[in-house]
T-cell receptor
Framework: GAVVSQHPSWVICKSGTSVKIECRSL??????MFWYRQFPKQSLMLMAT?????????EQGVEKDKFLINHASLTLSTLTVTSAHPEDSSFYIC????????????FGPGTRLLVL | DAKTTQPPSMDCAEGRAANLPCNHS???????VYWYRQIHSQGPQYIIH???NNETNEMASLIITEDRKSSTLILPHATLRDTAVYYC??????????FGQGTRLTINP
């Protein structure tokens, strides 16, 4: 299957700082990328959908000014957690979908964020 | 909210077939059934998908009932590495995936 990478795999930061997470589709071009968040012992919750070259669509309850998403190319999307707080500590996972719109979504390995 | 329902947990002996059920009570005609699994602390892994017909690949088989209201994922010879949370979901095209709580499958030696 297709390969999606995330960087970094884990990050620890101080409260009030910003953290950027990268999601890359390594062997295919992704028109659409999705960002999820997962808290311990819970299922994945979709945060936002991003399409290359356009603004992201955020799910209800997700602050767009806090979670900045950029999808500048067909192989890269970034999620920036601005002014991170301890309650933002979570497992962040991206997925990518190919250009034809009906293709399978493939997931990255996830990024574990710990805010102190 | 998730549209599918799954049992919260299942056990299976190593080497035996693991059969994981999923109910799709509100699935629409052009929505595909997708199965993913998530091994602890990793991103979900795609397993298989189908629309109406049964499907098989190197990982698993997918059985979809004729009325499409339920599906079963079959791992023919389960190994310890198949221990994971298994999610079934429904999606059409570029729509978002909605994950329920999934089934925690434990393979016992």
């Amino acid at each position: 299957g297709a390969v999606v990478s995330q960087h970094p795999s884990w990050v620890i930061c101080k409260s009030g700082t910003s953290v950027k997470i990268e999601c890359r589709s390594l062997d295919f071009q992704a028109t659409t990328m999705f960002w999820y968040r997962q808290f311990p012992k819970q299922s994945l919750m979709l945060m936002a959908t991003s399409n290359e070259g356009s603004k992201a669509t955020y799910e209800q309850g997700v602050e767009k000014d806090k979670f900045l998403i950029n999808h500048a190319s067909l192989t890269l999307s970034t999620l920036t957690v601005t002014s991170a707080h301890p309650e933002d500590s979570s497992f962040y996972i991206c997925s990518a979908q190919g250009q034809r719109g009906w293709e399978t979504q493939y997931f990255g390995p996830g990024t574990r964020l710990l805010v102190l | 909210d998730a549209k599918t329902t799954q049992p919260p947990s299942m056990d299976c002996a190593e080497g035996r077939a693991a059969n994981l059920p999923c109910n799709h009570s509100t699935i629409s005609g052009n929505e595909y059934v997708y199965w993913y699994r998530q091994i602890h602390s990793q991103g979900p892994q795609y397993i298989i998908h189908g629309l109406k017909n049964n499907e098989t690949n190197e990982m698993a088989s997918l059985i979809i009932t004729e009325d499409r209201k339920s599906s079963t994922l079959i791992l023919p010879h389960a190994t310890l590495r198949d221990t994971a949370v298994y999610y079934c979901t429904e999606v059409q095209g570029a729509q978002k995936l909605v994950f329920g709580q999934g089934t925690r499958l434990t393979i016992n030696p």
